[in-house]
């Protein structure tokens, strides 16, 4: 039976109960198949899709009713400026690492073109293409432990034409090479395991070595915190993206660690999120 535009985004109501965003991520899925906009959409409701199309739709919606994340059914996300290619290797970027970039860019301004910055556990590569853009002068060199996750990475900065991006494979600050550092930056692992949200929304599709760590959820921090101060320039800066309880903490293992002008910031939505440093202690 031939459906029209309008009958297939009526499905909607059947992702009501894994998200709240139904009507857009049935656009979305729509829009994906037939290579149109969603605006086209709106305007063309009468239009029939083909049964080919209509079957791959359905595929998508049957995936989202399971709880599938729309990124990896559509195989991208959008960030900061730009689209990212992303799998089941990588999390999906979110809005609130937005932020993270933001805060870096703030304390990369003014300082030259001739910076080097480390991204530790990179993913999907969105935080270093980035601050890459920002400044092809700059070179970025960006970590992950995971050489699926690298695979994606590097695919992203080609894609986008960013060739200030060097990728090493390694955990945390173990994957740098000799170098010293004007910033660093990490949004690692930091839900305690055992942890409620992980069996919620997008998190139970994401790949737990980036969401997980131990010590609840500090282990990565604690880890970067104790060698970052031998890859840090003087008066250089570290920054992290943490988990909405997690702030207080942070702040106390960075001045104790004999960092200063240490400062939380929050997201978008208001949360306690970000975390920078100053290390004063290199020549």
């Keep these: 039976m031939i459906k029209t535009v309008q009958q ?156 200030n991006i060097e990728f090493h494979l390694g955990s945390w600050c173990d994957g740098l090479p000799e170098a010293h550092y004007d910033l660093i930056v990490a949004n690692p692992p930091y839900v305690e395991p055992g942890d409620k949200y992980l069996a919620e929304g997008d998190l139970p599709f994401e790949p737990s070595i980036a969401l997980v760590a131990d010590d609840h959820g500090f282990a990565a921090f604690n880890s970067i915190t104790a060698a970052a101060p031998a890859y840090l320039k003087k008066d250089a800066w570290l920054l992290y993206e943490h988990g909405y309880n997690q702030q207080s903490q942070l702040i106390d293992t960075l001045v104790a660690s004999a960092f200063d002008k240490v400062a939380g910031y929050q997201d978008y939505a208001g949360v306690d999120r970000i975390v920078e440093a100053m290390w004063t202690g290199n020549s």
Excluded at 43 to 64: N, P, V, W
Excluded at 90 to 114: D, F, H, Q
């Design 8 to 163: 297939a985004l009526a499905e909607s109501g059947s992702l009501k109960p894994v998200s709240e965003s139904h009507v857009l991520e049935t656009e979305l899925l729509l829009s994906h198949v037939l290579d149109k906009t969603r605006e086209y959409l709106r305007a063309h409701t009468e239009e029939e899709i083909s049964d080919d199309h209509y079957q791959q739709f359905q595929f998508m919606l049957q995936r989202r009713q399971q709880g599938e994340p729309v990124a990896y059914i559509l195989g991208h996300r959008e960030f900061w400026d730009f689209d990212l290619k992303v799998n089941e290797s990588v999390l999906i970027p979110r809005a609130e690492t937005e932020v993270l970039v933001e805060k870096c860019l703030a304390r990369l301004e003014g300082l030259g073109s001739s910076l080097r910055i480390a991204d530790l556990g990179t993913g999907s590569g969105a935080i270093a293409i980035a601050i890459a853009r920002t400044n092809p002068g700059w070179q970025v060199d960006a970590v992950d432990i995971s050489e699926d996750a690298l695979s994606v990475a590097r695919g992203n900065a080609t894609a986008l034409g960013v060739n």
